[in-house]
């Protein structure tokens, strides 16, 4: 038990939709990442961020969107869906200090499948 | 790209060791070793993690060679439960920095 926790669990869509995905961190944890996962693949970063804030970004259009709020929660949103964005979404959040980061903690996951 | 290398599968018996090996031969000074595992469809599970010494926890314990160039994960005591893709990944510990997964080890465990 991560104490990472994601809604939905499932989720469909059609191409061109969007759709919002939602992540509650561990208390106290200041820094959220969310990956995509494909189907036989491993985790890629989306971005990351940190109060609030995007501090990191993987080699994702500009469709895939975030927030973070003070609560500790986030959300990823995705414009004009398409059928490959049909994945395993996962948040991991960690507390960032001034030595560094801890380790980041992951969800279970958010299964979207675009029709 | 992943900055690891590791075999695609391995198998181990129940209740015996299984060893599973990693090279990153790139890897920089400030750079740790992190272990993942994943179990089908779940989210990735956090095992251990080093920067020059051996470590141990509960789950397992993690062998960094002196060059560090690879490290070993041993689970001591296999299950059926630990049959999952395990995770490799070097990482700088900053604010920005990403977990680069690779295509991992899957490892079977049988009885």
Known sequence: ETGVTQSPTHLIKTRGQQ??????????HNTVSWYQQALGQGPQFIFQYYREEENGRGNFPPRFSGLQFPNYSSELNVNALELDDSALYLCASSRLLPQGRETQYFGPGTRLLVL | DAKTTQPPSMDCAEGRAANLPCNHSTISGNEYVYWYRQIHSQGPQYIIHGLKNNETNEMASLIITEDRKSSTLILP????????VYYCIVLYNQAGTALIF??????????
């Open chain 1, 19 to 28: 759709v919002t995905l939602r992540c509650s961190s561990q208390s106290g």
């Open chain 2, 77 to 84: 005591h296999a299950t059926l439960r630990d049959t999952a």
């Open chain 2, 102 to 111: 690779g295509k991992g080890t899957t490892l079977s465990v049988s009885s």
